[in-house]
């Protein structure tokens, strides 16, 4: 009779486990992952991690084979290589080398037009740049603007 009870009991609590588990949600879900970061161009092309950033429409700045760590999270840092396209001011030649973009805080955008137009999305909010000058040096600069706020509504 005891061991009759015995099970009875351990098959009720087995149940009582097992019905717990099934109706648990995991520990990690799709909600808590973070949605992805993009770059928006000054054509409104939406990308992460870019490897590749222009800073005017046809001939100036733009950093390329950029290699970035953290993309996506609260910090990213790229590493390229910086050049001038457009003709240098006579007698002297245009900076090039090395060039590291920081960028930080992901917020939501919903861009105007582009590859993205309409859906909700999220960009760096702050982004600056150290890069070489003429003069030799280099220099951290403010370059926020080109990194797709102003597409967005």
């Given at each position: 009779m005891k061991f009759r009870e015995t099970a009875i009991k351990?098959?009720?609590l087995i149940g009582a486990v097992a019905?717990?588990?099934?109706?648990?949600?995991?520990a990690t879900?799709?909600?808590?992952?973070?949605?992805?970061?993009?770059?928006?161009?000054?054509?409104?092309?939406?990308?992460?991690?870019?490897?590749?950033v222009f800073f005017s429409a046809n001939a100036g700045s733009q950093v390329n084979h950029l290699k970035w760590t953290g993309w996506g999270k609260?910090?990213?840092?790229?590493?390229g290589h910086y050049y001038v396209t457009s003709p240098?001011?006579?007698?002297?030649?245009?900076?090039?080398g090395a060039a590291r973009i920081v960028v930080w805080k992901p917020v939501k955008c919903v861009p105007d037009f582009g590859n993205r137009e309409?859906?909700?999305?999220?960009?760096?909010?702050?982004?600056?740049?150290?890069r070489p000058v003429s003069g030799g040096g280099?220099?951290?600069i403010d370059?926020?603007?080109?990194?797709?706020?102003?597409?967005?509504r």
């Open positions: 351990a098959l009720v019905t717990c588990l099934a109706f648990t949600v995991p879900s799709a909600r808590s992952s973070k949605p992805p970061v993009f770059w928006i161009d000054l054509s409104g092309t939406a990308q992460q991690h870019p490897d590749f609260n910090r990213a840092v790229g590493r240098p001011i006579p007698g002297e030649k245009n900076p090039e309409g859906k909700t999305i999220h960009i760096y909010k702050h982004a600056r740049m150290l280099r220099k951290w370059i926020s603007a080109f990194a797709g706020a102003a597409t967005c």
